[in-house]
C-alpha cells in the first residue's frame, strides 16, 4: 500500500480524489508525518516511518506495509531529489531580496478551502490568497500584484454542493 494512502478517514465520503493530500495534511496537523526534508537526513527516516506507519496500524489493523521495501524506494527517491531539497522560505526571501520576480499560482480558490470554502466538500488546504503567507511564508507586503482569475460558477471533484447550480 503506498504511504499516501496510510491515513484514509473513514466514514463519510465527501468526494475525495483518495490522492494524498488528505492523509498529508492530516500527518501535519498531528505532526507525525514525513517531509520532504526528511529526505535529506536519511538516518532519522527508518524511524519517523515506522512511527507512522504504527500510528496507521493502530487504526487499520490490516494494513501491511513493508518498512524495508519504502525505505529503499524513499532512498532511490532522495538520491534524484536532494539536490532541489531546501529551505524554501529562506530560497524564496533570498529571491525576493535580490530583485527576482517571483510567481505564485494556485488553483481551486476559496471554494474549497479549509477555511472558507463549502466545507466539509473542501480541500485540506488554503488554496486562496491567504495561503501564500501561511503556505510559503511569503508576507503580504511583498506582493507587487495579485491577479485573480475568477469563474461565475463552482466545479469538484467528487460530491458536494454547488451553490451556483441552477435547477430548472
Known amino acids: 500500500m503506498s504511504l499516501l494512502l496510510l491515513l484514509l478517514p473513514t466514514g463519510n465520503k465527501i468526494g475525495t ?14 505532526r507525525n508525518g514525513l517531509r520532504v526534508s526528511d529526505l535529506a537526513h536519511l538516518e532519522n527516516f527508518t524511524e519517523k ?13 490490516d494494513l501491511d506495509v513493508d518498512i ?3 525505505v529503499a524506494a524513499y532512498t532511490r527517491y532522495a538520491e534524484q531529489l536532494k ?9 524564496l526571501h533570498d529571491a525576493y531580496e535580490s530583485g527576482k520576480r517571483i510567481l505564485i499560482e494556485g488553483a481551486n480558490a476559496t471554494m474549497l478551502d479549509v477555511d472558507h470554502g463549502t466545507y466539509p ?44 447550480e441552477i435547477f430548472g
Not at 480524489?17 to 498531528?30: C, E, N, V, W
Not at 516511518?49 to 489493523?61: N, Q, Y
Open 17 to 30: 480524489t483518495k490522492r494524498g493530500i488528505g492523509p498529508a495534511y492530516a500527518s501535519k496537523a498531528t
Open 49 to 61: 516511518l515506522t512511527k507512522l506507519v504504527d500510528d496507521a496500524k493502530a487504526r487499520f489493523p
Open 68 to 70: 524495508g521495501s519504502e
Open 83 to 91: 539536490p532541489f531539497i531546501t529551505d524554501t522560505v529562506d530560497y
Open 121 to 164: 466538500f473542501v480541500t485540506s488546504s488554503n488554496p486562496s490568497i491567504g495561503g501564500i503567507v501561511t503556505g510559503l511564508g511569503l508576507a503580504p507586503n511583498k506582493y507587487e500584484a495579485v491577479i485573480g482569475v475568477a469563474k461565475a460558477y463552482t466545479t469538484r471533484v467528487g460530491s458536494g454542493p454547488y451553490p451556483t
